[in-house]
């Protein structure tokens, strides 16, 4: 199963665009890219995920490097309620299992 | 609204008294699982099932039990807790095994085994 590496914590300031990377360098070509994120100790929330394109939605973007090696979430306008851990997942092939890491723990300061 | 229900979401019980932390989601949706979640660990898979009736073991199954009699159910069953079991509990759901939207996750089940 494909590992994912994160940074352990990272600061951002409000209203400023948070980019945080994400190293899965043994990614299979049919396994995507998730990322989620945790408040708290709430229930881990969906925010999107790829495979080799890159995404956008209401949430994030996600830039994907060409070798699929890595990938950046990037949250465009960061706000105090962004404060989480938010975990890059590579989705196991032919399965719904994802496997999470520990996750970076993204700190939004005013 | 579309949600995965876990209750209780927090219970504090004794060693070796069996209890059930119950998971019910309204999306029809075919896929639920289990997750414990502790700190420096992650979050790690217990239990999954893909269907009704269909389960499999996850990454950290000793201990636990599930059943899957209907989609919408997804009990978690602890015959004889020990306090290694004491956790963050979650449980989630997705559409299918092609599901492209990923998972739903309940709020979460505080267990405190003592």
């Known amino acids: 199963d494909a590992k994912t590496t994160q940074p352990t914590s990272m600061d951002c300031a409000e209203g400023r665009a948070a980019n945080l990377p994400c190293n899965h360098s043994t990614i299979s070509g049919n396994e995507y890219v998730y990322w989620y994120r945790q408040i708290h100790s709430q229930g881990p929330q969906y925010i999107i995920h790829g495979l080799k394109n890159n995404e956008t939605n209401e949430m994030a973007s996600l830039i994907i490097t060409e070798d699929r090696k890595s990938s950046t979430l990037i949250l465009p306008h960061a706000t105090l309620r962004d404060t989480a851990v938010y975990y890059c997942?590579?989705?196991?092939?032919?399965?719904?299992?994802?496997?999470f890491g520990t996750g970076t723990r993204l700190q939004v300061f005013p | 609204e579309a949600q995965v229900t876990q209750n209780p979401r927090y219970l504090i019980t004794v060693t070796g008294k069996k209890l059930t932390v119950t998971c019910s989601q309204n999306m029809n949706h075919e896929y639920m699982s289990w997750y414990r979640q502790d700190p420096g660990l992650g979050l790690r898979q217990i239990y999954y099932?893909?269907?009704?009736?269909?389960?499999d073991k996850g990454d950290v199954p000793e201990g636990y039990k599930v059943s899957r009699k209907e989609k919408r159910n997804f009990p978690l069953i602890l015959e004889s807790p020990s306090p290694n079991q004491t956790s963050l509990y979650f449980c989630?759901?997705?559409?299918?095994?092609?599901?492209?939207?990923?998972?739903?996750f309940g709020s979460g089940t505080r267990l405190t085994v003592v």
């Open positions: 989630a759901s997705s559409l299918s095994r092609e599901n492209l939207y990923g998972y739903t």
């Open positions: 997942i590579v989705r196991v092939s032919h399965t719904d299992k994802l496997i």
């Open positions: 099932s893909m269907n009704v009736e269909v389960t």
